[in-house]
Each structure stands twice: as C-alpha cells, then as structure tokens.
C-alpha cells in the first residue's frame, strides 16, 4: 500500500472529531493515520502527488458532479488552442490542492482555509479557518507561499495539484467591489479620492474625502483605466482573465460564487476537510460577514460622514447582499448617533437579521433587485463597454453579458 493510497484511507476513515482536533489539517492526520492506522513509512515521492492529482481528477468528473464537469469541458472547449492573454497572479497550494485567487470571488473564505491548514495564523490557536478576522486574513505578515505560474518551479509544483478558481459574473463583481470599497470607507482614500478627481466642478470635501463616488462614475473609472492598460486596474474590478488566467491554470474545478456554498463544500470534501465547515451554517455566515465588514469600515470619518450616516451605510450594504430585509433600517434610525458603538451597532444588525431571517430565494431576489436598480442608474455607452472589456470572463465561464436581460432581472 502506497502512501498516496493511505491518504485516502484516512481522509476517508479517520472520525470527525479526531479529524477537527488535528492542529495542522490534513498533515498531522496522514502521519498518524499511515505510519500507525496502516503502518505506512514511505514518504510521498513526486509520482505519487500526481498520481493522486490524476484520481481526484477522475473524481471530479466521474463522481456524479456532472455541473463540475460541465463547466470544465466548456472551459476547455473556449481555450482550445490558445493560452489565453492575462497572467495567473497568486496561487495557493496545500499538499495536492491549489487555489487561484479571484478578488471579490469568495477570495477571504478560501485564504483563511488555507492559512489555516499550513498553521499560518499569526501565532492564535484557532479551531476552525472562521475564527480568522478580515485583516488577519489579508494583512500583516504572511508564512504561506503565493505561488505564480510565470516561475517555473512554481509552475512545476501547481500543475502537478488539482486546483480549482472561483468565477463569478462580472456584473455583480463589478457592484460588490463598487460597495466593498467605495460605498463603505475601504478606499476612499486611494480609489476614491483618484475617481472625485475627476470630477467636474467637485467640492473640497469631496476631494479631500473620496466618499461620495457613485456608481456610474466608478464604471467609467474603470472602462477608460482599462482599455489603456487593463493590468493597471486594481485586482478588485479587474477581468478574472488578468488575476487567474483559466486557460493557463487549467482548473479541475471551477466553482462559482451564485453557488459559493454548494461548490465550497463539495471542494473541501473531495479533500478531504469537509470537517471544516462543521458547525458552519449559513446563520453563521451571515453573522460572520456583519461582524467582519463592520468590524473592517466602522471607524471615525468625522469629516466625511458622522457616526449615524456611515451606520446606515453599513446597514445598507447588507440589505444590498440580502442579508437585512428593507424597511429594517427604521431600528437603526430610531437610535442616537452617540449610542452607536461598534458593539451596539452589531447587536442591532443581529436582532434585525434573526428578527426576520429570508429564505435563499428571498434574498436572492432582494440582491438581483438591487442589482438591477444599481445598473439602471448608468449610460448605456458604458455599459457596453464594461461588457467589451470583460468578454472574456463572460465567455470562459458561460455568464450572459446581455444587458437588456441584466436591467429586465
């Protein structure tokens, strides 16, 4: 019996409380599975990571996840004959799994994972990767590698994995990274204060500010920033093609954010991890993503927005992700500006959600509405070009770029 073999015999059969108590993920139980489970002493050679690569492959498509098979064949179908034209910027790997990360494709979900299979979480003992804060997530010092395929080495080690890309509509990346960081307080100060600039006859507080760019004028940022150098874009709002070039990366799996949960799971459980999403359900999810984007944006802007205002911001975004229904800001506006702390403002958040929590297709609904209102509001010239510039994501993952359809959802 093969080391690889054993791998999967303990993946497999080890229980899942021993399984959540390993410190280190899937390392710690491979050692103790195989050298005492199954007596297994040799080491992994280089054969056996692609021979196990080769098997999770055929699981993908064999095993009955028809949709995963689907959205691979077409992507290969699409990049038949060519490499595509964007590079493949950071790639994370853990034992025979990669990732290539997407800005605003689900990207802080999959870091905190593998930041905390490779132990990487800046000296905390965690018991599961959504214990990690926003910023511990993205900031401070890193120990785990971003592998890059323009270096060999790196090229060898991740085409020798099964990796996987999240994709999303580039419409609705577009309007998450608008509010993720221009609505909320996130780049004000760079992006924010660049696009007012622009502005005609714009206010002093405005520029010293960046606050206050709209949706339209964020589209036309990024339009005529990318048709002169699309690299340049900030990865929030540049084409998937630029950030993780499918056609070069070669997914086994692509996953995409309409079915983030549904896809995250079936990925960690091909792993071998689904243990990691135990007592995760989507109320903690949304409790999670209240905590951390308030956590992230609710800071002093006295000069910009008072307390109260960048609240109903904040309270605003989360009806715009479906997560507080419309009408509930009223229990926000019936408190004073100075009773608003963070904590207050997050225990207000959370008695709204668990008041009156949706259905999925509720808040689906209450998403596309918003969309679609947010769309409305912008030229059609720029529209059409927002369309152009992103073609290829539309393509390679089969989204409709149809913005007749996008303003009738």
Request: hydrophobic letters at 35%.
């Amino acid at each position: 019996m093969t080391a690889v073999r054993c791998l999967f015999l303990c993946t497999r059969r080890v229980s899942r409380p021993l399984a959540a108590m390993a410190a280190v993920g899937m390392i710690t139980l491979t050692v103790y599975c195989c050298t005492t489970g199954h007596k297994v002493h040799r080491k992994s050679t280089s054969d056996d990571v692609a021979r196990t690569s080769q098997i999770l492959h055929a699981n993908v498509v064999d095993g009955g996840a028809s949709v995963y098979a689907a959205r691979r064949r077409r992507l290969q179908q699409v990049c038949e004959g060519n490499n595509g034209t964007g590079r493949t910027e950071n790639i994370l790997v853990y034992r025979n799994m990669s990732y290539g990360v997407v800005p605003k494709a689900g990207c802080t979900f999959w870091i905190r994972v593998f930041r905390f299979l490779h132990n990487d979480t800046r000296g905390r003992s965690l018991d599961n990767p959504f214990q990690m804060t926003r910023y511990e997530a993205h900031g401070g010092p890193r120990k785990i590698k971003m592998y890059r395929l323009q270096k060999e080495e790196d090229r060898r080690v991740v085409m020798a994995t099964t990796r996987f890309m999240v994709a999303r509509s580039p419409f609705t990346r577009l309007f998450s990274a608008y509010i993720d960081k221009l609505y909320l307080p996130d780049y004000w100060s760079s992006a924010g204060k660049t696009i007012v600039s622009r502005r005609e006859n714009a206010s002093s507080r405005s520029l010293s500010c960046g606050h206050d760019v709209s949706f339209t004028e964020f589209l036309g940022h990024v339009v005529d920033v990318g048709e002169r150098n699309v690299v340049s874009l900030n990865g929030h709002w540049r084409p998937i093609e630029h950030a993780c070039n499918p056609c070069a990366f070669k997914p086994d799996i692509v996953a995409t954010q309409e079915t983030f949960s549904r896809d995250s799971r079936f990925i960690l459980e091909r792993f071998g991890l689904g243990h990691l999403l135990q007592n995760h359900s989507r109320i903690d999810h949304v409790l999670d993503e209240l905590t951390i984007l308030t956590d992230w944006n609710y800071r002093p802007h006295d000069m910009c927005l008072t307390r109260k205002q960048l609240a109903g911001r904040l309270w605003r975004t989360f009806q715009i992700n479906g997560y507080l229904t419309p009408g509930s800001e009223e229990l926000l506006e019936a408190e004073s500006s100075e009773n608003l702390t963070k904590d207050k403002l997050k225990q207000l958040m959370f008695r709204s959600y668990q008041d009156s929590i949706s259905t999925k297709q509720e808040s689906s609904a209450q998403r596309r509405s918003y969309l679609r209102q947010a769309y409305a509001s912008v030229p059609r010239g720029i529209l059409d070009r927002v369309v152009k510039l992103f073609r290829n994501d539309f393509l390679y993952f089969d989204y409709d770029s149809s913005v007749d359809t996008l303003l009738q959802m």
